[in-house]
């Protein structure tokens, strides 16, 4: 006798595609609000239920953790109004002139990507929305994939050749092997015209080097897309001391950065003469802890945090009474990732060692490590330093393993 499979719970899906893919981007737009948390009940509620219920409660606990919604923060918020304006703006210009960029620099783990990636969903979706889910700009008889976002990686060793690919990748558009530079210049500029795209996301710019000569004329390219007619988004890591301003001027009169012209300019049949290419510079910072202001908005961050968690024991005030807003502080040193990732692990513990509740006791065991951390680049600063590891404490008793879901094979089932 074979038992089926259990039905999969509803909270689990799939997230194998990458957002630097077209469909990967649309996938993770359309559900990026999808995910329902757990239900919040009480101790009681939950020893109440029988062992298969509390197991798949504490899975969609466990998944509630591990998808923490992103917190607006005062820093968030200035880079929010920036951002849009700008987008929006420059997707109703009609004049054939460069568009200005908007540089998000910051630290690592800061939350520049969600950041910037929500904006430019949100933008996206009230774009479709006006146009009825089709490219006004598309030409007669044609069937583009409409996509008026572009999301790209910029590519660890990155040369003009491979980030002209990179975009190409987003739109799945073919790349000969023996295409020169203005070929792919002109096939970018086509597929972002093509597919009605509105604003490019060149995430982890300071990948570039400025010492090295494909670099700098990779940065050289990336100044010529701004005249293809699209807000040109770049993310990056201490953005001012990387380089990449190197030939840039402050402007006083408007706070903008102005570019010298691209020499690629002309490879793609646009004016060549163009002067001016300007980038609003916008710093997400990590939170502060000197003036009350500042630890009143690090209170009401750890609030926001607190409503989003489900321990059986937990109550108002778990994180922001007491010490431990300032102890939470101390662990991450108000970079939003490296808090998230410790309360996420904290949770974890809270539920397998049964204490439900987060202590400065059961946190002191956790230490934060980012080594290995995927797709990031440690010499491009995209892995920031970690506070000094706390002196760790003997660990809560671990409750026992539930087995509930466990295959206990086929002699088992046929009993």
Not at 50 to 57: C, E, L, Q
Not at 143 to 167: E, F, G, H, N
Not at 196 to 221: E, F, P
Not at 262 to 282: M, N, P, W, Y
Request: charged share 25%.
């Amino acid at each position: 006798m074979t038992h089926a499979k259990p039905p999969e719970p509803a909270f689990f899906s799939d997230t194998s595609l990458p957002r630097d893919q077209l469909a990967g981007w649309e996938l993770w737009r359309r559900t990026r609000n999808a995910f329902v948390p757990a239900p919040q009940i009480t101790l009681a509620a939950w020893t109440a239920m029988s062992p298969r219920a509390r197991a798949v409660h504490d899975l969609h606990r466990a998944a509630t953790h591990a998808n923490l919604p992103l917190l607006h923060t005062p820093m968030s918020r200035q880079v929010a109004r920036l951002l849009n304006a700008r987008i929006r703006t420059n997707a109703f210009k009609n004049k054939p002139t460069t568009r200005a960029g908007v540089m998000i620099t910051g630290g690592g783990y800061q939350g520049k990507t969600e950041t910037a990636c929500e904006i430019a969903a949100a933008f996206e979706d009230s774009w479709r929305a006006l146009h009825e889910n089709l490219n006004p700009d598309s030409a007669p008889g044609t069937r583009d994939l409409y996509a008026p976002v572009a999301y790209v990686q910029t590519p660890v060793t990155a040369k003009p050749k491979s980030t002209c690919k990179a975009i190409l990748s987003f739109y799945g558009a073919p790349t000969p092997k023996r295409a020169d530079l203005p070929d792919l210049i002109r096939q970018v500029a086509a597929s972002l015209h093509d597919h009605g795209t509105k604003a490019l996301i060149l995430d982890d710019i300071t990948r570039l080097r400025m010492h090295r000569a494909d670099d700098q004329d990779t940065l050289d390219l990336i100044r010529a897309f701004m005249s293809m007619h699209v807000t040109l988004i770049l993310i990056g890591v201490d953005i001012p001391g990387s380089g990449l301003l190197r030939e840039g001027r402050p402007d006083p009169a408007t706070g903008q950065t102005v570019m010298p012209p691209s020499k690629h300019a002309i490879a793609h049949g646009l004016e060549a003469t163009q002067t001016e290419r300007r980038f609003d510079l916008v710093e997400l910072d990590r939170f502060r802890y000197d003036t009350p202001a500042q630890i009143a908005a690090w209170t009401t961050h750890l609030r926001g945090l607190e409503d989003q968690l489900r321990l059986l024991n937990t109550k108002p005030g778990m994180l922001t009474e007491g010490r431990m807003p300032e102890y939470l502080f101390e662990r991450s040193h108000g970079v939003v990732g490296l808090l998230e990732r410790l309360i996420e692990d904290g949770c974890q513990e809270a539920i397998d060692t049964g204490t439900e509740l987060l202590t400065e006791t059961l946190l002191d065991g956790l230490p934060l490590s980012l080594a290995g951390a995927p797709g990031r680049d440690p010499g491009a600063g995209e892995v920031p330093a970690l506070p000094a590891a706390r002196p760790a404490k003997k660990a809560p008793r671990r409750r026992p393993r539930n087995t509930v879901f466990d295959d206990h094979g086929p002699a088992a089932a046929s009993q």
